[in-house]
């Protein structure tokens, strides 16, 4: 990916910090080989306070609203989490190592061509929901409640239209949750076990991401969510906001909003709901993971 210069780099991660505040700050890497791990996220729990970290692991979150007592939570999908007590943090920067989990081994089969089955919200209307500013806006995710009768599914393609994009480019993760009683999401039950990121590009309308190497296999109904890890522009030519939005579909429905990792994932009824969908289709048995 070219160079572009990183707009208000720090001020994507987390408010700046006061002279009478405190900031947790440091790098985030794997244990085993000591690679950064980028776009690790970092929040308290069940508050609206954190941040993710860059691409290269390093992070700079605020965190003088948090309560002494207060649990930092450090994760990454595919890692197990840490977890810190504010009034424990004395560093001036951590060295923060995550251990790799367990990841499940998936054997991928070749198979011909099979019907395609569209699950989720395909067509487009005039509205759109999103972000329109560069502070804080690392960490913040949109998604869909998704419902079929016709699991068990395989995941071909995930496909989102985008209302607008004014950013040369834009980096998201892709969340793909069980779909909770009471239409609740739970972003630490992902049915993924690595990060998927993907990117979208200056004025780009739909994106699709190719979810084959994956072979994701659901059974029952998901959230689906994107979130915005990362922007570039070439060059700062304005001082207001650069848009970054999602169209929304006239499918009533469920829409999930998070601002920072580890605050309360809710679920919304709304008579619009994102354009997100994924083309699918009905696997043979060589198809679903062991």
Known sequence: MPKYKTKLLYLL???????????????????????PLPYASIGVKGKSIGGIADSKGHFLV???????????????LGYESKTFVKRDISQSAYHIELVPGALQLREVAARGKRATIIIGNKKASAQYTGWGDYISSKGRLRGVAIQTTDTPLKLSK???????????????RLHILPLQTNYSGNLNAELIDENIFFNAYKDQKWVSVDLTPYNLVIHQNIVAAVEWVDSWVKKESRNESYLL????????????????PEEPFLATKSKFTPTIYFETYKPGNSDIPK
């Open 245 to 260: 939005t999602i169209s929304l579909s006239r499918e009533e429905g469920y829409i999930y909003v998070r601002e920072t």
């Open 158 to 172: 995930f496909k989102m239209r985008l209302n607008a994009c004014e950013f040369d480019s834009v980096r998201f």
């Open 62 to 76: 605020n965190i003088t609203n948090a309560a002494p007592s207060d649990t930092i939570i450090v994760s990454y």
């Open 13 to 35: 991660i987390g408010l700046p910090v006061t002279v009478f505040g405190q900031s947790f700050t440091g790098t985030i890497t794997d244990s085993q080989n000591n690679t």
